[in-house]
């Protein structure tokens, strides 16, 4: 047993410096990082009372420290609890397109080459539902290589999922330009995940994993075959929500 687990943390240390040495990748290049939602639409609430805007923000401020240490450049869609609607008295389903469509708008105008979504999952009628998981458009080979890399790394460096990344037809990805991907970085309504979402820590650690992700893709060697796409559980998520406005969860 100790053997293996000693074996396990040189493979880990060595994938480490894999990446580092990677790294190259990602510098110059100008990423929109997107901290879902906040402002109008708090998103969805844990058991501790923690609004889902909160452990986004936290978890792309991570995200925007460990892509900018390489040399990229970053691009927020806010800083604080805020969103971009105009605060005219609009139904709420409008005022949230409206935010949804100026942070692409954002992230064009600074010439992003990669927008990255960051949201957490919520399934309250299953609190033992678990696991990060990133979501691309159905259809863009691009979105699908960079969640398929993200998915890999987030499965490595954090142990703890088995989800596949998966094509599902969502507003943010369906009109984004540039290559997109939409990270459910885990589930809000399992009480331990839950936890883990609030220590800074694991905010780290999640951070690094979507660095990872994203410095292998840039790299081109996403590790593709490890990690097939769901393709049936796809299509008929994109049957279900064609035509729809769709956030992400
Ligand atoms: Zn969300």
């Known amino acids: 047993m100790a ?8 493979d ?3 994938e480490s410096r894999r990446v580092s040495a990677m790294s190259w990748s990602v510098a110059g290049k100008i990423i929109a990082v997107d901290p879902g939602h906040g402002g109008i639409d708090p998103g969805s609430k844990g058991n501790t009372g923690v609004e889902e805007e909160e452990i986004t923000l936290a978890v792309s401020e991570k995200l925007k420290d460990t892509l900018t240490g390489a040399g990229a450049i970053v691009v927020m869609t806010r800083e604080s609890d805020m969103d971009l609607s105009d605060p005219n008295g609009s139904r709420l389903i409008t005022r949230k397109r409206q935010d949804l469509s100026r942070r692409l708008e954002l992230a064009e105008k600074n010439g992003a080459d990669l927008y990255l979504s960051v949201h957490v999952n919520c399934f309250k009628s299953g609190p033992g539902e678990h696991g990060a998981q990133v979501f691309y458009q159905p259809g863009s080979e691009e979105g699908k ?3 398929e890399s993200m998915q890999a790394e987030m499965a490595r460096v954090l142990g703890n999922t088995t989800r596949k990344a998966k094509a ?3 507003y943010t990805t369906r009109n ?3 290559p997109a991907a939409i990270v459910e970085v885990g589930f809000i309504s399992n009480p331990k995940e839950e936890k883990q979402m609030l220590d800074s820590e694991y905010q780290r650690k999640l ?3 979507m660095y990872c992700g994203v410095v292998k893709y840039f790299a081109g060697s996403a590790t593709a075959t490890n990690n097939p796409v769901d393709r049936d559980g796809a299509l008929e998520t994109f049957m279900e929500n064609e035509g729809q ?3 992400a969860p």
């Open 3 to 10: 053997g293996l687990y000693i074996s396990r943390a040189v």
């Open 207 to 209: 951070a690094y994993a």
């Open 145 to 147: 290589q960079l969640a």
């Open 245 to 247: 406005v769709l956030d």
């Open 176 to 178: 984004s330009k540039m």
């Open 168 to 170: 599902v037809d969502y």
């Open 12 to 14: 880990s240390v060595i």
